[in-house]
């Protein structure tokens, strides 16, 4: 049985707690906060022993395995390092880290300890995503050549909220664009140049946001994000030879439709029960039992070129949302 603690008892750790009760071969036996109410009120919800008042004293707590980093993105690398030095495996939240060094960092950290350490992206999991990459790898429709993807949906601007708080990495980017921009990381490999704009809204965050990225092999992603303004929320793959189509919500989905140029459409049902998350959480154990430091759907390597780009992409938003358009030439991305 492979005990887990959680810190950041939040939504996304609801998700996660509500997951473990259809997982096999593990438990939550720890919860902590910078709140002690907020990891009583959780730990209440979900029959968990243990709750902390802070992190540093779930880390001491010796009957804790593996920990799930549900801070915001703020906090990732303080709190991921922090349980990495006290021996813990850690299972990180999207977006891994604010930023490409933060991630190098955090992977030097886990690497140097020989503990496990993954990026939570929970899409990379699902059955779906899985069936893509079978889909992919059987050459049904030739070589991937184009990702086009987003992802967006309207919220009313609130400075409170974490999505409208740049300290605490909000935006569109980080928090929504890091699910197109990890397809096309998965479908057509590390991206070496990049070209992007976007638009910064009055808290300081990125509202929308658009980028055309080069792939080492030449695909091309295309890939769009916002909190200001709905998106169709759907991806395509387009092959030498046909097309796969993601529909809504394309971080989640049901379904695929393969489109081969010979062969007509195929719909291929990855329906699944409950939220999706325990598949993230089948991996960890999966990896832990085999004695991995590292998920091979989910690479260390993959994470910090994922970060990598975001980086790019952000970095050709122009300060105060005045709009202009600059490239990257993507310097050190595909490492």
Not at 107 to 129: D, N, Q, T
Not at 314 to 328: F, H, K, L, N, V
Request: proline share 5%; hydrophobic share 45%; with cysteine.
């Amino acid at each position: 049985m492979i005990r887990w603690g959680v810190v950041g008892p939040g939504t996304i750790a609801a998700g996660f707690a509500e997951a473990m009760g259809s997982v096999e071969g593990g438990e939550i036996v720890a919860v902590a906060s910078r709140s002690l109410v907020r990891a009583e009120a959780f730990a209440d919800k979900f029959g968990i022993p243990r709750r902390y008042g802070e992190a540093a004293a779930m880390a001491d707590d010796p009957d804790v395995d593996v920990v799930y980093v549900a801070t915001p993105p703020s906090r990732h690398e303080q709190d991921t390092v922090a349980f990495l030095a006290a021996g813990k495996h850690v299972m990180c939240e999207k977006p891994f880290a604010l930023n490409a060094e933060q991630a190098r960092r955090m992977a030097h950290e886990a690497r140097a300890r020989r503990l496990f350490l993954m990026e939570a992206i929970w899409s990379r999991f699902l059955p779906s995503y899985r069936t893509l990459v079978d889909v992919l790898d059987s050459g049904r429709i030739g070589e991937p050549l184009l990702v086009e993807a987003d992802f967006g949906f309207r919220m009313p601007v609130d400075p409170a909220h974490r999505l409208f708080r740049p300290e605490l990495g909000g935006g569109a980017l980080l928090d929504l664009g890091i699910y197109p921009v990890q397809l096309c990381l998965s479908v057509l490999g590390p991206v070496v140049h990049v070209v992007a704009d976007g638009e910064i809204g009055r808290t300081g965050v990125d509202e929308q946001v658009a980028a055309v990225l080069r792939h080492s092999g030449g695909g091309l992603g295309v890939v769009k994000a916002a909190i200001r303004t709905s998106m169709s929320c759907t991806a395509r793959i387009a092959g030498s030879d046909g097309t796969i189509d993601i529909p809504a919500p394309m971080h989640w989905p049901q379904a695929l439709t393969v489109t081969t140029h010979t062969g007509g459409s195929e719909r291929i049902d990855a329906s699944y029960e409950g939220n999706g998350l325990r598949f993230e959480i089948d991996e960890v154990h999966r990896c832990l039992a085999h004695g991995l430091t590292e998920s091979p759907v989910m690479t260390l390597d993959e994470t910090i070129a994922l970060a990598s780009t975001l980086d790019a992409v952000r970095a050709r938003i122009p300060a105060g949302g005045t709009r202009s358009t600059a490239s990257s030439s993507g310097a050190g991305l595909a490492q």
